[in-house]
């Protein structure tokens, strides 16, 4: 129920309802617009303390291993993202509450209807449940933070923002995509602890398969020996061997354990050194051959008019 200023005597002439209104409303107005500001402002400022709170939280993670600290900084990035449009709608919201209490409005009645409304709205918003409900399982079960490169359903790419409704993926070509967290059945993780670094290269089916295997160690050994890349190598790199037998070309893997989001830089070295070092052994890297058989009497004919011809 609305709380009504003073009221003015109705016996008093027109006259004086100028005066009334000030002398009644006036004051009443004041002070009510006076704890507003109050009320705003300290939320504004516990807002900042949260913020600079979890922002010392933040700075005071530590983690000798690199690999580590950076798996480490994304997972307090996702959850201080969270906790900070959590803190800013449950202070705002408990504000907006004691404003409308201070200009009189009974905020029980109003919360029992709210708790009401929202059963029978939540029967109408059961996939902005499923999707809230989701968001936050994904969050406490650590399941993609903000920086991974994930594949959810047929998008993938970094993934910018987790919200508990939606989560936002930009794709390699810029695209970004808006994913409802109800929808999300099943992640794949590609920069999750570590990586893999895969080789996969084709040679002729006249070339030695030994030297091609001492070609490939010589070329994980250079690439192992780059100042930038070798921090970011878990493991020697491994010779698989060969993986397969195609039309023109016999292909060959060798692979190696990395950090996460290791993985692409480190296999455009291995192509390149890859191309290095087989030029120099004399390796061929075949391309798409055919090889055509022609019957006798169409021999015949093309050598006939090859003379013919020339």
Same mark, same amino acid.
């Given at each position: ?10 016996? +008093?002439?027109?006259?004086? %309802? ?7 409303? #006036?004051? %009443?107005?004041?002070? @009510? ?11 504004? *400022? ?9 922002? &010392? ?6 983690? !000798? ?5 950076? =798996? ?12 900070? &449009? ?19 409005? =009974? ?16 029967? #109408?918003? +059961? ?29 993938? #790419? ?7 409704? $939606?989560?936002?993926? /930009? ?16 992640? $794949? ?6 990586? @893999?670094?895969?080789?996969?290269? #084709?040679?002729?089916? !006249? ?9 490939? /160690? ?42 996460? *989001? ?32 022609? !019957?006798?009497?169409?021999?015949? *004919?093309?050598? $006939?008019?090859?003379k013919e011809g020339g």
């Amino acid at each position: 129920m609305m709380v009504s200023p003073p009221q003015a005597v109705s016996s +008093q002439p027109l006259e004086t %309802w100028e005066i009334w209104r000030f002398s009644a409303w #006036g004051p %009443w107005l004041s002070v @009510r617009l006076l704890h507003t500001a109050i009320f705003l402002l300290g939320a504004y *400022l516990l807002d900042r303390a949260w913020r600079l709170l979890l922002k &010392r939280v933040k700075a005071s993670v530590r983690e !000798d291993d690199p690999v580590a600290r950076g =798996e480490l900084e994304r997972r307090v990035e996702t959850v201080t993202a969270i906790l900070k &449009r959590a803190g800013w709608l449950v202070l705002y919201f408990t504000a907006g509450l004691m404003i409308l209490n201070d200009f009189g409005v =009974e905020i029980g009645p109003m919360l029992a209807g709210l708790g009401i409304v929202g059963v029978a709205v939540g029967f #109408g918003a +059961q996939y902005l449940v499923r999707d809230l409900i989701s968001g936050f399982f994904i969050v406490m079960e650590d399941q993609f933070r903000v920086g991974d490169v994930v594949k959810i359903g047929e998008f993938s #790419g970094v993934v910018e923002h987790i919200f508990l409704r $939606t989560t936002q993926i /930009r794709a390699a070509n810029g695209d970004l995509h808006i994913v409802p967290n109800g929808q999300i059945a099943s992640v $794949t993780n590609m920069t999750r602890q570590w990586s @893999r670094a895969v080789l996969d290269v #084709g040679v002729g089916y !006249d070339s030695n398969i030994d030297e091609v295997f001492e070609a490939l /160690r010589e070329i994980g050994r250079l690439v192992q020996e780059e100042p930038d890349l070798a921090p970011h190598i878990k493991e020697p790199f491994d010779i698989v061997g060969v993986t397969s037998l195609g039309e023109s070309a016999i292909t060959v893997r060798m692979w190696a354990k990395v950090g996460p *989001l290791q993985q692409w830089a480190i296999e455009s070295a291995l192509r390149k050194r890859a191309k290095e070092v087989f030029d120099a052994r004399g390796i061929e890297i075949p391309f798409p051959q055919r090889t055509l058989s022609l !019957d006798k009497a169409t021999t015949e *004919l093309l050598r $006939t008019r090859l003379k013919e011809g020339g």
